[in-house]
């Protein structure tokens, strides 16, 4: 297992949009790649039925292996995968960014996906209690875990929790597995309802407020509303660039002259508002 603390990094802009697209649809894939979404995940798993997933992995072969998705300059392909098969088939593809693994409840399943596919970032995704009590040890699992999240509409029947409020607790203990293990704060989950945008806002902004970053969506129209909630304000961008400028000057704990205690935590704080804030 590799130590957290290796995995530390200077602040960078992350991504905030993280689009789903069905594997067995090629034509809309290649319309979501150009959509504006900072990540763009196939998904060979609940997206697609049973006797389509053949053609969805041949599919998805296809577009991994084309030198345009591997391009420096391409929007990042992830494939969420349903099984071995997919992991086998997709490893070494040059247009793979990462993997999204489904319903994992242990660290040696990560074990177990990192030896078939060495090398690939690799994202867990939480479905369940048990995987949810279990999130420390899965953020840790491998080096090439480089982010976990929930996955909300399972989890949500495991727990047979009604209110959205009842995931609270389930977000909150991620982002501190997250923070523990030194990866980026984990993305929201999808909101469901593609027409209910001002439900999407609201939403986004209590994610933001539990200490989430990003979202996962399922319609390209979702994507502009998510990017917009999770970017810094005009404001919050300002505040950081008050306190960066204070702290060349004076590197110890200071007041700023309305009052506002700085010291190195707020000062980390404001360059990774900043570094989001690059996205814009």
């Known amino acids: 297992m590799t130590a957290p603390q290796a995995r530390e990094a200077a602040p ?8 789903y697209v069905p594997g067995d649809r090629p034509e809309t894939v290649a319309k979501a790649l150009g959509c504006g979404a900072d990540v763009v995940i196939v998904d060979l798993e609940d997206a697609v039925a049973p006797d389509r997933k053949a053609y969805a992995r041949a599919a998805t072969a296809e577009l991994l292996a084309d030198p345009a998705t591997a391009s420096p300059d391409a929007v990042p392909v992830h494939v969420r995968v349903h099984g071995e098969e997919d992991i086998r088939a997709l490893a070494g593809l040059p247009g793979l960014s990462g993997l999204r ?23 867990p995704l939480l479905e369940s209690a048990l995987a949810v009590e279990h999130a420390y040890s899965i953020a ?37 597995a997250a923070r523990a293990a030194a990866l980026p704060p984990p993305a929201q989950s999808v909101f469901p309802d593609v027409r209910d945008l001002d439900g999407l806002w609201t939403s986004c902004v209590r994610g933001r407020g539990l200490g989430l970053l990003g979202r996962a969506a399922i319609h390209p129209r979702q994507v502009e509303v998510i990017g917009r909630a999770f970017r810094p304000t005009a ?19 200071l007041a700023l002259p309305d009052g506002r205690f700085v010291d190195a935590a707020v000062v980390a704080s404001a360059r990774r508002t900043l570094a989001i804030a690059g996205r814009a």
């Open 101 to 123: 693994l489904p319903k994992i409840t242990h660290a040696v399943s990560v074990h177990h996906v990192a030896a078939v596919a060495p090398g690939v970032p690799l994202y």
């Open 235 to 253: 404001r919050e961008v300002e505040e950081a660039e008050e306190i960066i400028a204070a702290s060349t000057v004076d590197a110890g704990a």
């Open 140 to 176: 840790t699992a491998h080096h090439d875990v480089r982010g976990i999240a929930l996955g909300e509409a399972d989890l949500r029947a495991d727990l047979g929790v009604r209110e959205d409020s009842g995931l609270d607790f389930a977000r909150s203990r991620l982002v501190v």
């Open 12 to 19: 960078t802009a992350p991504p905030l949009t993280w689009l």
